[in-house]
Nanobody
Framework: QVQLVESGGGLVQAGGSLRLSCVVS????????LGWYRQAPGKQRELVAA???????IYVDSVKGRFTISRDNAKNTVYLQMNSLKPEDAAVYYC??????????????WGQGTQVTISS
């Protein structure tokens, strides 16, 4: 059974940074594509960033240049480094494993989510 456990969320001031982590178990991590989604109250869940098994990445336009997704295959962990945070980045952030074509990412399994709150 695939399990994903996120951590690292919290309260941060606008302009600050957070690093989210997600440990994945129950799958061959190095072969997985991985993604981070977020969902703010009243909004649809959106893909923030994804990384393929080769390390190729994609980002939603609103976070390009501020967020970085990375993976550590030895630790079965995917990270989302978030810098220059804005109030509109506040959301519940979800880790996922899925499929990545190099252009599109689709999630298959989800974590429980971690809350990111931004104070202005």
């Amino acid at each position: 059974q695939v399990q994903l456990v996120e951590s690292g969320g919290g309260l941060v001031q606008a302009g600050g940074s957070l690093r989210l982590s997600c440990v994945v178990s129950g799958s061959i991590f190095s072969l997985n594509a991985l993604g981070w989604y977020r969902q703010a109250p009243g909004k649809q869940r959106e893909l923030v960033a994804a990384i393929g098994s080769s390390g190729k990445t994609i980002y939603v336009d609103s976070v390009k240049g501020r967020f970085t997704i990375s993976r550590d295959n030895a630790k079965n962990t995917v990270y989302l480094q978030m810098n220059s945070l804005k109030p509109e980045d506040a959301a519940v952030y979800y880790c996922s494993t899925g499929r990545y074509s190099g252009v599109y990412y689709s999630a298959g399994y989800w974590g429980q989510g971690t809350q990111v709150t931004i104070s202005s």
